[in-house]
């Protein structure tokens, strides 16, 4: 069954750069699925950040849009999240799942990566 | 503040059947939009619980079940059991956002 793994530094400094992989084992990211990033603050609720496809682009939460790009690296079966300007309240648990669905826009998150801790912190 | 608005907590003793409510609005779950539930258990990743409104993941006991009616949809466990305490999420699509979480409701069996 597919699989999804989050990598990537725990720490990152207000005003940089997050840097987040994702690789996928078992599919082919370049299979026809979307993936995408999902974000939750420690002890808060969950946060769509946005999805990609290999081949039709990606779409963001435009709450976000204006700092986060997704990308697709098809050699290496992975998709990355790049968040610019963090500050403390980008610190949250991110994670990676797959999109699926049985209509268009009936979207559903699944499986999901395991999760990864960012803390934004000097 | 959440664009799918759910209870912060709910409870029930073993054996009993409780249910989470999601409300949204006519831009999501009142547009005809799916929705899904997922449960996260504690320290780990959410698992997909309930999708497309009423259908069960494999694997999935049904003592589970999902409906919707309207802008509000339902998330129903009976028979409840100790491993069930966890979070709750539903989730939709939204002709505004794309994709929207309910705020989380936590399960607590007594």
């Known amino acids: 069954q597919v699989q999804l793994q989050e990598s990537g530094p725990g720490l990152v400094k207000p005003s940089d750069t997050l840097s987040l992989t994702c690789g996928v084992s078992a599919s082919s990211i370049s299979s026809g699925d979307w993936w995408g990033w999902i974000r939750q603050p420690p002890g808060k609720g969950l946060e769509w950040i946005g999805y990609?496809?290999?081949?039709?682009?990606?779409h963001y939460n435009p709450s976000l849009r204006s700092r986060v790009t997704m990308s697709i690296d098809t050699s290496k079966n992975q998709f990355s999240l790049r968040l610019t300007s963090v500050t403390a309240v980008d610190t949250a648990v991110y994670y990676c799942?797959?999109?699926?669905?049985?209509?268009?826009?009936?979207?559903?998150?699944?499986?999901w990566g395991q999760g990864t801790l960012v803390t934004v912190s000097s | 503040q959440s664009v799918l608005t759910q209870p912060p907590s709910v409870s029930g003793a073993p054996g009993q059947r409780v249910t989470i409510s999601c409300t949204g609005s006519s831009s999501n779950i009142g547009a005809g939009y799916s929705v899904h539930w997922y449960q996260q258990l504690p320290g780990t990743a959410p698992k997909l619980l309930i999708y497309d409104n009423t259908n069960r993941p494999s694997g999935v006991p049904d003592r589970f079940s999902g409906s919707n009616s309207g802008t509000s949809a339902s998330l129903a466990i009976t028979g409840l059991q100790a491993d069930d305490e966890a979070d709750y999420y539903c989730?939709?699509?939204?002709?505004?956002?794309?994709?929207?979480f309910g705020g989380g409701t936590k399960l607590t069996v007594l």
């Open positions: 799942a797959r999109i699926v669905y049985s209509v268009p826009y009936h979207n559903r998150f699944d499986p």
């Open positions: 990609i496809h290999y081949a039709a682009g990606a």
């Open positions: 989730q939709s699509y939204d002709t505004n956002v794309r994709e929207v």
